[in-house]
């Protein structure tokens, strides 16, 4: 009898102690889940503001590249029209590009080849052959291969 009143109260009180413990595991639980909803609605608000900042950007620089159109062909400048329509696919899928150099390094340089087969099959080969050719400057901004490097590439064209 004795022996059973000693088990069955080993068992109440381990009971006990993993009721406690769940109970507290339980509390964790929920505020990580409340911290992880918090986070996600940060992060949506985060990619909804940088899309934002991506639209805008890319409303700057087409407005940019038409005014370099117009100021070529009043000035008749032929190199500097070429140069325009040359860069015209990246700065028209800017908020793409910049939407995908978001994701990581190294997506500059993919992104943009599609961007530019899309216009033309040969216009990427054009621009890169245009990037060799242009100022030390450029290169590092193309070979730096990231969001950085791409924002100050639309800047310097």
């Known amino acids: 009898m004795f022996l059973v009143s000693v088990i069955t109260l080993v068992f109440v009180l381990i009971s006990i102690y993993f009721f406690f413990r769940s109970e507290k595991l339980q509390r964790k639980l929920i505020t990580q889940q409340r911290d992880s909803s918090s986070i996600r609605r940060e992060n949506k608000l985060l990619v909804d503001t940088m899309t934002l900042v991506a639209t805008r950007e890319q409303e700057f620089a087409k407005e940019r590249l038409k005014r370099l159109s117009i100021y070529a062909k009043s000035n008749e400048m032929e190199q500097l029209l070429i ?6 696919p990246l700065i028209n899928n800017y908020s793409i590009i910049f939407q995908e150099c978001l994701k990581g390094k190294g997506r500059l340089k993919a992104i943009c080849q599609k ?3 899309n216009q033309d099959k040969s216009a990427y080969k054009k621009f890169i052959a245009m990037l060799i050719t242009s100022n030390k400057q450029l290169k590092r901004y193309w070979s730096s291969d990231n969001l950085n490097g791409f924002l100050f590439l639309v800047d310097a064209f």
């Open 83 to 88: 140069h325009a329509e040359l860069i015209s």
């Open 115 to 117: 961007c530019f087969e």
